[in-house]
């Protein structure tokens, strides 16, 4: 099983990433996909996730309105559109899979996490 997480990377406040996750070695379509950050000395906490059919998204309430999350069942891939970053947005980015059918914010429901990406938000 592999998550390869990319596209973080330094910008100001106001800007905009776009982040990608791609997915193998494992059913892509029968898993919930996530997005989860940590700061450093923070715990990780949730971002946003989607179901395989892309319906009854969630985000934390720290990002709506903000941050979309999105995937592409026929590639294995899942992004992150961060629109109006803010510094408080700087974090290690990391994408997660869950089998569960529902989806959760607890970190410890998902069974796959990549290795992160970095974002650095200045003002």
């Known amino acids: 099983v592999q998550l390869q997480a990319s596209g973080g990377g330094s910008v100001q406040a106001g800007a905009s990433l776009r982040l990608s996750c791609a997915a193998s070695g494992f059913r892509f379509t029968d898993h919930i996909m996530a997005w989860f950050r940590q700061a450093p000395g923070k715990e990780r906490e949730f971002v946003a996730a989607i179901p395989a059919n892309s319906y009854n998204t969630g985000y934390s309430d720290s990002v709506k309105g903000r941050f979309s999350i999105s995937r592409d069942n026929a590639e294995n891939l899942v992004y992150l559109q961060m629109n109006n970053l803010l510094p408080e947005d700087s974090a290690v980015y990391y994408c997660?899979?869950?089998?569960?059918?529902?989806?959760?914010?607890?970190?410890?429901?998902?069974?796959?996490w990549g290795q992160g990406t970095l974002v650095t938000v200045s003002s």
């Open positions: 997660a899979a869950t089998s569960y059918m529902y989806v959760l914010r607890g970190a410890s429901a998902y069974d796959y």
